[in-house]
């Protein structure tokens, strides 16, 4: 018989030590996007379902959790991503002419875990910026997002590049394969070259130019001579060279950091419109962050904003960085001594780890060694050396 201590399915508890690492790296995070002059919001845990899932395709549908509103009767959503009620406060709430920088940093539930080793809970933090449609916009994400990898101690990351534009004006300029465009992604994700030349086949089949740009697309990954590549084997649509110019610019502007482009490296149709980008580095099994440009999400809010940002898992990183350390502590001996509570409040307004022990406790903290302690020493409270 199951035990009613045990979780659900791919979610688990987050322990002392690892909790104390994401938080003092959450913290570290938002100081971070501030000095850009990124501003914090935080939208609601649950949101009516067709609000938070506006402006979005049938993938974060599939993710999202749902439930009946006690109140209204109305179907609620749980959030499984945290980027569209950003767009919606930035297009809906704060109505900013001009440019604006959001950030934000909290849970979000997966119905279905996104892969083998995923967990269903994750705690995501992220920017955003709405309101520039240039190049510019695109490379300040990107390079907020590698200095906040480096911040959180990752070494040797490396960025991939893709563009969302580039498939797209390819689809649309097949209307057989523009309406089987989800099919189509599908297998590009999985670099499926078997299923992509079956495309070709079949009661309707797509259109031999679009099949063989397709079938193209998940072999043209490596360095910035995949960009010359692409415009020898891709057809010469306005969408697809406008998006392989974007590239360009920013390979050559990122020229502090390994990056690489992958043609084939699509997210959602429908969601993404541009520069999209994920950063993978040793120790994970998958990208710790990703991020793109969005343009078209906060047109159902009721205005049309230009948008890029990333996003990533805090508890994710730190499974994959080194353990913390156990912190200083200094240990006080029991009792209600008012010079005792004094110098312990001193020393606790001083930023100092300062814990009392019960009479009788054996103190067992994973999270604190014990160097020092509260003796009394000629009447006076004093902190001595542990030996």
Same mark, same amino acid.
């Given at each position: ?18 909790a ?16 850009y ?7 609601p ?31 609620l959503?749980?959030?499984?991503d ?5 767009? /919606?406060?930035d297009?809906? $709430?704060?109505?900013?002419? =001009? +440019? @604006? ?7 979000? %539930?997966? *119905? ?9 809970e994750l705690?995501?933090?992220?920017a955003?910026?709405y309101?520039?449609?240039?190049v510019e ?28 534009g ?17 099919e ?7 670099k499926?070259?078997?299923?992509l ?24 990954y490596?360095?910035i001579?995949?960009?010359? /590549?692409?415009?020898?084997? $891709?057809?010469?649509?306005? =969408? +697809? @060279? ?7 610019? %920013?390979? *050559?502007s ?9 043609l ?19 120790g994970?099994?998958d ?27 805090l508890?994710k ?14 240990r006080?001996?029991?009792?209600q ?9 001193t ?29 009394q020493?000629?009447g ?8």
């Open positions: 018989m199951k035990g009613n201590w045990l979780l659900p399915e791919s979610l688990a508890d987050v322990l002392p030590a690892e104390r690492r994401i938080e003092d790296l959450r913290r570290q995070l938002l100081d971070l996007f501030r000095t002059g990124f501003e914090l919001v935080a939208p845990l649950v949101e009516y379902i067709d609000s938070l899932l506006s402006g979005t395709g049938s993938d974060l549908n599939l993710r999202t959790s749902k439930l009946v509103d006690q109140l209204s009767g109305r179907t959503g749980v959030r499984a945290m980027t569209p009620q950003v767009t /919606r406060i297009a809906h $709430l704060l109505n900013r002419p =001009g +440019v @604006t920088r959001l950030c934000y940093c909290g849970p979000v %539930l997966h *119905a279905r875990p996104a892969g083998l080793l995923s967990s269903r705690l995501q933090i992220g955003e910026i309101g520039h449609a240039g916009a695109d490379l300040e994400i990107i390079r907020l997002a590698l200095e906040s990898t480096r911040l959180a101690g990752v070494k040797s990351v490396r960025l991939d590049l893709c563009h969302a580039l498939v797209r004006s390819l689809l649309e300029s097949d209307p057989r394969a523009h309406a089987r465009a989800d189509i992604m599908a297998l590009l994700r999985e499926d070259l078997p299923g030349n079956l495309l070709a086949t079949g009661p309707e089949p797509l259109l031999e130019a679009t099949v063989s740009a397709l079938c193209a697309l998940p072999q043209l490596g360095d001579s995949v960009i010359a /590549r692409a415009r020898k084997v $891709l057809p010469v649509v306005a =969408g +697809v @060279t406008q998006s392989l110019d974007t590239l360009e610019q %920013l390979l *050559a990122l020229d502090d950091v390994s990056v690489g482009v992958d084939a490296d699509v997210g959602t149709y429908g969601y993404h419109s541009g520069v999209t980008f994920s950063v993978y580095a040793e994970w099994h990208s710790i962050v990703q991020g793109g440009r969005y343009d078209d999400v906060s047109r159902a809010f009721g205005r049309a904003r230009p948008a890029t940002g990333f996003s990533l898992d508890r990183l730190v499974a994959g960085l080194v353990p913390a350390l156990p912190a200083p502590a200094i006080a001996p029991s009792g001594d008012v010079a005792l509570r004094e110098v312990m409040q020393l606790r307004q001083s930023g100092n780890i300062v814990v009392q022990v019960f009479p009788g406790e054996v103190a067992t903290h994973d999270e604190f060694v014990f160097d020092r302690e509260l003796v020493r000629d006076q409270w004093v902190v001595q050396q542990v030996l």
